[in-house]
């Protein structure tokens, strides 16, 4: 069954407690960290991502997922490790040579996190092939990074869909990721082109009823 991963991202701040507390109960898999430095994309959530991630983690038992969207990658690996993260991402944009990324990826593995490494809408996804031996997770982007809200991008799917064939031919391991754009509308296509996790923020995060809405996107 696929699973949930609820990004906090637009989560009020005077609820924050009550909303994460609410969203176990609704047994969401995982909490989604959205860590955005203001220069890979326009947005600066650091400060506030870490405050929830650290609260989260002293009320629940549910894992994190960290998704880098920053510049400085290694800054903020070494911040997110002491919380002990199930995930943490790396974009594959983020870097200048192949070489650092699998070199990233590496420590992540050594320091006993499941790494994933996501890309861009417009990225090519053969441009990660060569990195899936190392992966725990890829995180197919389907909106551009740094905001929430957006609407899906299709081409995305087909992308998805030519991974998932690759990682079944090759025997592979590889979960997928699909953020941005998911709800319950367009959910069952993401899961039929064979993404395992779907990160969902304003579709949960707005709706009445967590739990309902939760089990909607996994039906």
């Known amino acids: 069954m696929v699973e949930i991963s609820t990004s906090i991202l637009n989560v009020d701040k005077e609820n924050a407690m009550k909303t994460f507390y609410d969203l176990e109960v609704a047994k969401t898999d995982y909490y989604h960290i959205d860590v955005m430095d203001g220069k890979f994309v326009e947005k600066n959530t650091t400060e506030l991502m870490y405050d929830y991630a650290n609260s989260i983690k002293h009320i629940s038992n549910i894992p994190l997922d960290v998704h880098l969207m920053v510049e400085n990658v290694q800054k ?10 199930h995930f943490i991402t790396i974009h594959y944009e983020a870097f200048k040579d192949k070489k650092e990324i699998k070199k990233t990826l590496q420590y992540l593995k050594e320091n006993d996190i ?11 996804i053969e441009e990660i092939y060569e990195f899936l031996p190392q992966l725990s997770l890829f995180l197919m982007m389907t909106v551009e990074p740094g905001k929430g809200g957006q ?7 087909e992308k998805i869909r030519k991974l998932k064939e690759y990682i079944y031919q ?10 941005g754009g998911i709800n319950t509308e367009n959910a069952a296509i993401l899961k039929d082109a064979g993404v395992d996790i779907m990160v969902v923020g304003s579709c949960i995060i707005n709706s009445d009823d967590y739990k309902k809405t939760i089990k909607e996107l996994k039906k």
Do not use: M, R, V
Request: net charge negative; proline share 8%.
């Open 76 to 85: 903020y690996i070494e911040q997110y490790l002491e919380l002990k993260p």
């Open 151 to 157: 609407k899906l991008i299709p081409e995305t799917i």
């Open 114 to 124: 499941q790494c994933g490494l996501s890309i861009k809408p417009k990225t090519k």
């Open 170 to 179: 090759n025997n592979l391991e590889t979960f997928i990721e699909a953020d």
